[in-house]
C-alpha cells in the first residue's frame, strides 16, 4: 500500500534562512509525488510535482524538491524563507490503481518563520 | 473566476440533522473528489467520482452520500450528522490522472 510520512510536524525557522520540509514515501507502483500549501483557512494549492523525468523539480515561490529513488524521499526546500512562507505543508502520493487517482497525503508540516 | 467552488463555505448544525456541500468546477476536468480534513489538520479521501461514475469510496459510512449531476457538479449529502463529522471537507477536481485543483473547503460543525 502507499503511504507518505512527513518527518517533521513543525519547523521554526528565521526569516531568510533555508529550510528543507522532510517527506518519505512508500509505493509498490510508479510515484506520482506532490506538494502542496495551505495557508490559514485557505484550500490546498500546488507547489510542485513530480511525474516523471529530472529529479530536481522546481515549482512556486521560489520551492524545489528532489525525488531520490534509492532513499524513497521527496524532500522539499527553499534557499531563502519569508514571513509569508509560514503555513502547512503536505507531502502526497498518487494513489495509482485500477480504482482511481486519489492523493494520500502526509501528516502536514507547520512551517513558522519569524523575523 | 474560480477554478472550483464549495457552497456553503461555513455550516454549523446540530447533531441528527442532514446537510449537504455543493461543488462546482469550471475547468472542464472528468474527476472530482471529496477530502475531509480533521481537526489536526489530516487530510483523507473520501470519494472520487469520473464523468459522473463512482471510482472511489474509501469506507467512509453510508450516511455520506455523493451525487454527481454533470461533471462539473459533485454534490456531498451528509444524514443524521454525528459529532465525529465536523471537519473541514475540500472537493477537488482534475483531468484524469493529473494535477488535483482544490476548493477553498467547507468547514463544518456538528452541536
Known amino acids: 500500500a502507499q503511504s507518505v510520512t512527513q518527518l517533521d510536524s513543525q519547523v521554526p525557522v528565521f526569516e531568510e534562512a533555508p529550510v528543507e520540509l522532510r517527506c518519505n514515501y512508500s509505493?509498490?507502483?510508479?510515484?506520482?509525488l506532490f506538494w502542496y500549501v495551505q495557508y490559514p483557512n485557505q484550500g490546498l494549492q500546488l507547489l510542485l510535482k513530480?511525474?516523471?523525468?529530472?529529479?530536481l523539480v522546481k515549482g512556486i515561490n521560489g520551492f524545489e524538491a528532489e525525488f531520490n529513488k534509492s532513499q524513497t524521499s521527496f524532500h522539499l526546500r527553499k534557499p531563502s524563507v519569508h514571513i509569508s512562507d509560514t503555513a502547512e505543508y503536505f507531502c502526497?502520493?498518487?494513489?495509482?490503481?485500477?480504482?482511481?487517482?486519489?492523493?494520500?497525503f502526509g501528516k502536514g508540516t507547520t512551517l513558522s518563520v519569524s523575523s | 473566476d474560480t477554478a472550483v467552488s464549495q457552497t456553503p463555505k461555513y455550516l454549523v448544525t446540530q447533531m441528527g440533522n442532514d446537510k449537504s456541500i455543493k461543488c462546482e468546477q469550471n475547468?472542464?476536468?472528468?474527476?472530482m473528489y471529496w477530502y475531509k480534513q480533521d481537526s489536526k489538520k489530516f487530510l483523507k479521501i473520501m470519494f472520487s467520482y469520473n464523468n459522473k461514475e463512482l471510482i472511489i469510496n474509501e469506507t467512509v459510512p453510508n450516511r455520506f452520500s455523493p451525487k454527481s449531476p454533470d461533471k462539473a457538479h459533485l454534490n456531498l449529502h451528509i444524514n443524521s450528522l454525528e459529532l465525529g463529522d465536523s471537519a473541514v471537507y475540500f472537493c477537488?477536481?482534475?483531468?484524469?490522472?493529473?494535477?488535483?485543483?482544490f476548493g477553498p473547503g467547507t468547514r463544518l460543525t456538528v452541536l
Open positions: 513530480y511525474l516523471s523525468g529530472s529529479t
Open positions: 509505493s509498490s507502483v510508479s510515484v506520482y
Open positions: 477537488a477536481s482534475s483531468p484524469f490522472e493529473d494535477t488535483q485543483y
Open positions: 502526497a502520493v498518487r494513489m495509482d490503481n485500477q480504482a482511481g487517482t486519489a492523493l494520500i
Open positions: 475547468l472542464g476536468h472528468d474527476t
